[in-house]
Every structure is written in C-alpha cells, then in structure tokens.
C-alpha cells in the first residue's frame, strides 16, 4: 500500500529534481508501509532520519541551482524550505524523544507537506530553469 502515488503532474521537468522529488516520495511511502507493518522504532526512527537528510540534500541542490541562475523567488522559496525542514526536524526530535508516535495523522501532515511543496512552489520554478537550458 503507497501514500503517494508518483505521476507525471509532480514534475518540475528538471529531472535531477525529479528524480529526487521520486526519492522522497519513495521514503515517505516507506515509512509509511513500515508503519503499518508494525515495523520497530528504530526501524521507523532510521527511515525517518533518511528522510529528514535527504529532503535537506534535495533543498540544498534546490537552492543552489536557484542561486546560480539568479531566481527572482529564491528568498521566499529558501524560507519555505527552512520552514518545512523546521517543521519535520521538530516532528523527528519528538519521535526520537518517544513524546509523539507514527501516525495516520502524521503521515498525511508529510504527504500534504511533499505534494503541496511540489505541486505550488516548485512547479512555480520549473519555466524559469527551462528557460535557462536546464533540463
């Protein structure tokens, strides 16, 4: 069973970023699966981990493609990846503390989270880097 379902209405036709919008797609599913499989905390905990360091690789690539090409939206997008890193930080630190579990609920909150990213800023970047030959 998959929370997210990858198609072609994700991409950003920037395929490095596509390719790594698909990686974290297949981490939160994952996570997700192994959640409902009653996979261990530290099963769960390692996922999420993996997860949370590569979403922070993926901002970075982001951020510094959007730096070499001048995006006239860079500051708003960094604060919104600041923001979301922040948010899912807060949420590991809290499962790794054992005050918070794995949920439904939570699991929704990263799929919102992943799509809504996708589907509303990054797809707002996705003609001005074509426009730059990038591909």
Do not use: C
């Amino acid at each position: 069973m998959t929370l997210i379902k990858w198609d072609d209405r994700y991409s950003v036709k920037i395929a490095k970023f596509d390719e790594q919008h698909q990686r974290l797609v297949k981490l939160i599913n994952t996570l997700y699966e192994s959640m409902n499989l009653g996979k261990g905390q530290q099963e769960l905990a390692n996922i999420l981990k993996e997860l949370v360091d590569y979403t922070r690789k993926h901002f970075s690539s982001e951020e510094a493609l959007m730096l070499k090409h001048n995006y006239p939206h860079y500051a708003a997008h960094k604060i919104s990846h600041d923001r979301l890193t922040q948010q899912v930080m807060e949420f590991k630190n809290q499962y790794d503390q054992g005050k918070i579990g794995l949920s439904v609920q939570m699991m929704s909150f990263l799929k919102e989270w992943l799509v809504n990213h996708i589907l509303d800023e990054d797809k707002a970047y996705s003609s001005f880097f074509e426009s730059k030959g990038e591909k």
